[in-house]
């Protein structure tokens, strides 16, 4: 019987002990065998011999049992181990987008716009001579077509210069009043650290009965614009001149990097120049065929004033699509 026990003891897995059991306690096992040979034990013998041999089960089993549990929990902790979930560890996450910041910019100028009851109107990026220059009172051999170098094609088209062609367009569709504004690409033949050839405006356009529309309301739109913007900045308006708009104006905003003291950023003037308006010229008005009307007009560059919000050196990075500058903007 000792070999019996060993065979218990010595089953090193749970099959391995199923194997034994099968073996001791199975009914062609060790142990029915002996269980058999009563018959041919003599009468007065019956009993010592059942009682011997049912002890010797009951040790066996209590043996294989605690063999049992033993195996049993070497099992489960076997499992535990293999299957383990460190629940401290990092997972992959998936990687989240964010809008570009020069989109980023152009929605947050568009919710000022729309929140004051501006439509928000676009045309296509190719454009011609008349929407793009004549009708804004830039009449072939104009000086001031140099001021923005055109891409042509061969036909005669060519990229807008401008969001100022949308205003044409605009105006012929729809009668007076007028409040819109004209987000969209442009395109003109520059390309250094401020400038690439391919940039955003937002154009406003508000027309409405003559004397209704004074240059006193341009002013107040604009410098509340530029400080929802920009927050606590001075504006200041500055004449100019655009073929489109007369008077014209250039607006500046106090630098926001010094405060107005004079840096770099803003050529030590205190200034940052950050858009062009004015009030709509007579000869715009006649090209559309409206009269009776009055209106004021500016116009805006979107990446510079991503640029300045986010105080970016190069605008040529904006567009180099590496992801290292975009992750700065999630
Ligand atoms: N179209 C002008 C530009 O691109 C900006 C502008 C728009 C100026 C409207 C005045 C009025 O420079």
Not at 30 to 43: N, R
Not at 194 to 208: A, I, K, N, R, S
Not at 240 to 249: K, L
Not at 320 to 329: A, S
């Amino acid at each position: 019987m000792e070999n019996l026990e060993a065979k218990i003891l010595q089953a090193d897995s749970l099959e391995a002990l199923e194997k034994v059991r099968i073996e001791l306690f199975g009914k062609k096992g060790v142990l029915a065998a002996q269980f058999a040979k009563m018959k041919d034990i003599p009468g007065p013998e019956k009993k010592a011999f059942a009682e011997g041999l049912n002890k010797q089960k009951a040790a066996l089993q209590a043996l294989f049992d605690k063999r049992y549990e033993e195996l049993k929990a070497e099992e489960i902790e076997r499992l535990l181990k293999a299957e383990a979930i460190d629940v401290s560890l990092y997972g992959t996450l998936a990687q989240k987008g964010a809008l570009h910041p020069v989109m980023e910019t152009m929605d947050k100028i568009i919710d000022y716009f729309t929140a004051l009851n501006f439509s928000v109107e676009t045309s296509g990026m190719v454009e011609d001579d008349f929407h793009n220059f004549e009708a804004l009172n830039l009449p072939k051999y104009h000086p001031a077509r140099d001021m923005q170098d055109t891409f042509y094609f061969k036909d005669g088209g060519l990229l807008r210069t401008h969001t100022s062609p949308v205003q044409i367009r605009t105006m012929f569709k729809e009668k007076p009043p007028i409040r819109m504004i004209a987000p969209g690409a442009v395109f003109r033949r520059d390309y250094d650290v401020t400038h690439t050839p391919m940039f955003h405006q937002v154009e406003g356009l508000v027309v409405d009965e003559k004397g209704k529309v004074s240059f006193a309301n341009l002013k107040a739109i604009l410098t509340d614009f530029l400080q929802y913007m920009f927050g606590d900045v001075d504006v200041r308006f500055r004449p100019s001149f655009f073929p489109f708009t007369e008077p014209s104006a250039e607006v500046d905003i106090s630098c926001i990097f010094c405060g107005g003291e004079g840096c770099r950023v803003c050529s030590h003037t205190g200034w940052i120049e950050i858009l062009g308006c004015g009030i709509v010229d007579p000869n715009v008005f006649k090209a559309v065929d409206y009269e009776d009307v009055s209106g004021y007009a500016f116009g805006l560059g979107v990446e510079r004033i991503a640029m300045l919000m986010h105080k970016i050196p190069d605008l040529r990075s904006l567009f180099e699509g590496d992801i290292r500058l975009l992750e700065q903007f999630r």
